[in-house]
T-cell receptor, first 114, second 114 residues
Framework: AQTVTQSQPEMSVQEAETVTLSCTYDTSESDYYLFWYKQPPSRQMILVIRQEAYKQQNATENRFSVNFQKAAKSFSLKISDSQLGDAAMYFCAYRGDGDDKIIFGKGTRLHILP | ETGVTQTPRHLVMGMTNKKSLKCEQHLGHNAMYWYKQSAKKPLELMFVYNFKEQTENNSVPSRFSPECPNSSHLFLHLHTLQPEDSALYLC?????????????FGPGTRLTVT
């Protein structure tokens, strides 16, 4: 069975600094998708970034980028120039190609220090 | 906003009550999901519907009864709940096509069972 592990329950970063959130996953499939979702306090969960396993190039969305290491089954999220609005719970997630469901990690709560 | 709405946003109910949660998506998606989010627990997938057909029931107690009358609407009927059912209930939708099929989440219903 596939699993997603986020080993950092909480992290803090100074405003304007860079922070990296870790995620590892376990799967025997070769085709799959990885996601990072953000859930701000009392607000909707939104998709931050997505990576297709068949793509070697790391996905980037403005200040958010990933380090996708397929052999190591690692999918970390880097947030550059952290802003107060980045404070949220971040979930790493996996979907196998053809699967109905997404498997989520337990989340990392990110605090931004002014 | 993600294009997925949920009502009510907050609900307090007694253990003998019957209530329903409603989810509506305006994205033209064909798959819809119910999740339970409790404090200090990972997101728990409850049900998956694809083209109005239930494709996943993740061993959810029968006191939770889903209904999907069409691809845009999803309900969760609640009856004789227990205090441990208090949680944030999230609805999500995705496109049912080959590809990443990332999920778009609603704001959730905060349920308190007294």
């Amino acid at each position: 069975a596939q699993t997603v592990t986020q080993s950092q329950p909480e992290m803090s970063v100074q405003e304007a600094e860079t922070v990296t959130l870790s995620c590892t996953y376990d799967t025997s499939e070769s085709d799959y998708y990885l996601f990072w979702y953000k859930q701000p306090p009392s607000r909707q969960m939104i998709l931050v970034i997505r990576q297709e396993a068949y793509k070697q190039q790391n996905a980037t969305e403005n200040r958010f980028s990933v380090n996708f290491q397929k052999a190591a089954k690692s999918f970390s999220l880097k947030i550059s120039d952290s802003q107060l609005g980045d404070a949220a719970m971040y979930f790493c997630a996996y979907r196998g190609d053809g699967d109905d469901k997404i498997i989520f990690g337990k989340g990392t709560r990110l605090h931004i220090l002014p | 906003e993600t294009g997925v709405t949920q009502t009510p946003r907050h609900l307090v109910m007694g253990m003998t009550n019957k209530k329903s949660l409603k989810c509506e998506q305006h994205l033209g998606h064909n798959a819809m999901y119910w999740y339970k989010q409790s404090a200090k627990k990972p997101l728990e997938l409850m049900f998956v519907y694809n083209f109005k057909e239930q494709t996943e029931n993740n061993s959810v107690p029968s006191r939770f009864s889903p209904e999907c009358p069409n691809s845009s609407h999803l309900f969760l009927h609640l009856h004789t709940l227990q205090p441990e059912d208090s949680a944030l209930y999230l609805c999500a939708s995705s496109q049912d096509m080959k590809g990443p099929r990332e999920q778009y989440f609603g704001p959730g219903t905060r349920l308190t069972v007294t």
